[in-house]
């Protein structure tokens, strides 16, 4: 089992920064793209950021120059820094890992439980 925790999330007002944090535990071999996703109320789960094991890195427009993806491979952890927040950029975030437990098994997806970011007005 692989378990994944965000944490970093909160309440902030707009024009501030939040920094997000995924760490990953459990059976983990090899790890490919980590990324983060975001939910809000009453609509589909959208790709925020992910960045591969060679470091490219892929955004979805709206957060393209306020968001940063970075990842520590030392620590399979996994970071979003967004400054310059927005009320719209309020929803749950959750990361993404795509694993391998062992060099004999197949590629696999994990999810962390969603931390919630609030932007005020």
């Known amino acids: 089992q692989v378990h994944l925790v965000e944490s970093g999330g909160g309440l902030v007002q707009a024009g501030g920064s939040l920094r997000l944090s995924c760490a990953t535990s459990?059976?983990?071999?090899?790890?490919?793209?980590m990324g983060w996703y975001r939910q809000a109320p009453g609509k589909q789960r959208e790709l925020v950021a992910t960045i591969t094991s060679g470091d490219t890195t892929r955004y979805a427009d709206s957060v393209k120059g306020r968001f940063t993806v970075s990842r520590d491979n030392a620590k399979n952890t996994v970071i979003l820094q967004m400054n310059s927040l927005k009320p719209e950029d309020s929803a749950v975030y959750y990361c993404n890992v795509a694993f391998r437990s062992s060099p004999f098994t197949n590629w696999d997806t994990a999810w962390g439980q969603g931390t919630q970011v609030t932007v005020s007005s």
């Open positions: 459990g059976r983990i071999f090899s790890i490919s793209t």
